[in-house]
């Protein structure tokens, strides 16, 4: 049992560059969800999903753009990469209903320098 | 201002001694609060759930204790060991399946 698999798990761009991480749950979750985690701030909520075609946005959605076309995937794309978009990334799924206690899986991350 | 504090910020333990993390929140309606645990470099991994009702729950070495009164939560680690060096992450589900994170106590143990 895989759980949560991001790729890649290192990566340098440079300004302006664009890229996806790949983050891929075979525990059949509803709900999937980016996080960035800087030093002293916690873990911040960029985008989620609750379901297939269904995305939101969260606490820092700037810069970012996802899509969920599959229960299983839930790719994060920066659009035009930042200096301040450097951060450790993290994919995270848990299932949807709300009688459920809500433990979040998390993948290994993803950590992305922005030159 | 944070809906979630953590104290304290770090704490650097010796092997075998014990050591309480503290977790205050203010965010309702209260639905549960997990305590993560995050080795360098890997992804959070849920230690423990406390719910409404509950006061007291333990996990091995680690002991959580929620007062839903006073929105406050400890987590206890009994006889440290070098393997308990990580953040511990305060997470608090409240409203519409809304959740709110602490910044983390960072703990180290050393021999």
């Known amino acids: 049992n895989a759980g949560v698999t991001q790729t890649p798990k290192f990566q340098v761009l440079k300004t302006g560059q664009s890229m996806t991480l790949q983050c891929a749950q075979d525990m059949n979750h509803e709900y999937m969800s980016w996080y960035r985690q800087d030093p002293g701030m916690g873990l911040r909520l960029i985008h989620y999903s609750v379901g297939a075609g269904i995305t939101d946005q969260g606490e820092v959605p700037n810069g970012y753009n996802v899509s969920r076309s599959t229960t299983e995937d839930f790719p994060l794309r920066l659009l035009s990469a930042a200096p301040s978009q450097t951060s450790v990334y993290f994919c995270?799924?848990?299932?949807?209903?709300?009688?459920?206690?809500?433990?979040?899986?998390f993948g290994e991350g993803s950590r992305l320098t922005v030159l | 201002k944070n809906q979630v504090e953590q104290s304290p910020q770090s704490l650097i333990i010796l092997e075998g001694k014990n050591c309480t993390l503290q977790?205050?929140?203010?965010?309702?309606?209260?639905?549960?609060l997990r305590w993560y645990k995050q080795d360098t470099g890997r992804g959070p991994v849920s230690l423990t759930i406390m719910t409404f009702s509950e006061n007291t729950k333990s996990n091995g070495r680690y002991t959580a204790t929620l007062d839903a009164d006073t929105k406050q939560s400890s987590l206890h680690i009994t006889a440290s060991q070098l393997s308990d060096s990580a953040s511990y992450i305060c997470?608090?589900?409240?409203?519409?399946?809304?959740?709110?994170f602490g910044k983390g106590n960072q703990v180290v143990v050393i021999p």
């Open positions: 977790c205050n929140y203010t965010v309702s309606p209260f639905s549960n």
């Open positions: 995270a799924s848990s299932y949807r209903s709300s009688a459920n206690t809500g433990e979040l899986f």
């Open positions: 997470v608090v589900r409240y409203g519409n399946n809304r959740l709110a």
